[in-house]
């Protein structure tokens, strides 16, 4: 696969709901970048929320290789912060 043909997706995952957002940039890097810079930016004082820009060949292999972004509550905000 050539790197002009690996696209870019912008996660967000909600570490108290277990919810995902995924913006899809297909392969403008410099799109996702910007996106991804502005979404930190945004949510820098959100501890959480969890931002990170992944990239890949399809969702189908984020959702694969990062699977802790998509499995919703086994990441829930309570069992990762102390009592």
Known sequence: MSPDE????LVSY?????????KSFGTD?????????EAEQA?????KLDVVLLSADSLAT???T???YFSG???RL???LPS
């Open 62 to 64: 984020i959702k694969q």
């Open 43 to 47: 949510n820098a004082e959100d501890e």
């Open 14 to 22: 909600n570490l108290a709901t277990g919810k995902t957002e995924v």
């Open 78 to 80: 309570e069992e990762l």
């Open 66 to 68: 990062h699977s802790s």
């Open 73 to 75: 509550a086994s990441r």
């Open 6 to 9: 690996i696209k870019h997706f």
């Open 29 to 37: 890097y410099e799109a996702a970048q910007v996106a991804y810079a």
